[in-house]
Structures are given as structure tokens and as C-alpha cells.
């Protein structure tokens, strides 16, 4: 009963930066943790970053750390990831995924409704 859409996603430059949006509905957005992923061909769904409810706390994995900052607008149901200093391992699949309940934020089984995903390339 929850949708997740991403959008925002495309080729850019190494160095160049890319805005990721993913707008939510079917559900009550606010009381979601919200959290984004990425799978590179031949790769396991690896995790970026995560925020909580109400946007007052969020964790990065270390490969993205400074570079990029997820956030989110529970007016609009949508939350974002501002990709900067983007680099061709960021290549990926990008998926936002939303959490009923608690658990590890880095772990993806905790997650319980996804995203079809948004394509993100990064040329060298």
C-alpha cells in the first residue's frame, strides 16, 4: 500500500553532482524511516544513508560520507539525496526504501517497502 517513486536520476561527469527524489504515497510519509541504497551490476545492494522521521538524524556509509546529504520533506512526502563530488564507482542503480519500524538502518531486510530504482551513471 506504500509507493515509492524515484526520480532525478542521469549521466553526469565525474566531479558533477546529481539531486535524487523519491516521492511517497499510500502511506503516512512521517512516520517512515527513509533510506537509500544502490547496486552496481554484479553487486550486492549496498547501503548510503538513512534518516529518521523527522529528519533530525542521518548516517552515511563511509564511501559516501562528505559527498553526499540526505533529507527529507514530510509536507511533500519525499525525501532526497544531493549526490556531490560524484565519482564512476558511484555508478549504481539508486533505490529509496522506507522503514515501518526500527532496526539497523544499514541493513536492507529491515526495510519494508522500496523503490523501482533510478539509474545513475558517472563518466570518467
Known amino acids: 500500500q506504500v509507493q515509492l517513486v524515484e526520480s532525478g536520476g542521469g549521466l553526469v561527469q565525474a566531479g558533477g553532482s546529481l539531486r535524487l527524489s523519491c516521492a511517497a504515497s499510500?502511506?503516512?510519509?512521517?512516520?517512515?524511516?527513509m533510506g537509500w541504497f544502490r547496486q552496481a551490476p554484479g553487486k550486492e545492494r549496498e547501503f548510503v544513508a538513512a534518516?529518521?522521521?523527522?529528519?533530525?538524524?542521518?548516517n552515511y556509509a563511509d564511501s559516501v560520507k562528505g559527498r553526499f546529504a540526505i533529507s527529507r520533506d514530510n509536507a511533500k512526502s519525499t525525501v532526497y539525496l544531493q549526490m556531490n563530488s560524484l565519482k564512476p564507482e558511484d555508478t549504481a542503480v539508486y533505490y529509496c526504501?522506507?522503514?515501518?519500524?526500527?532496526?539497523?538502518?544499514?541493513?536492507?531486510?529491515?526495510?519494508?517497502?522500496w523503490g523501482q530504482g533510478a539509474q545513475v551513471t558517472v563518466s570518467s
Open positions: 499510500g502511506g503516512t510519509f512521517s512516520r517512515y524511516k
Open positions: 526504501a522506507a522503514d515501518v519500524g526500527g532496526g539497523n538502518y544499514y541493513y536492507a531486510g529491515n526495510y519494508d517497502y
Open positions: 534518516i529518521s522521521r523527522s529528519g533530525g538524524s542521518t
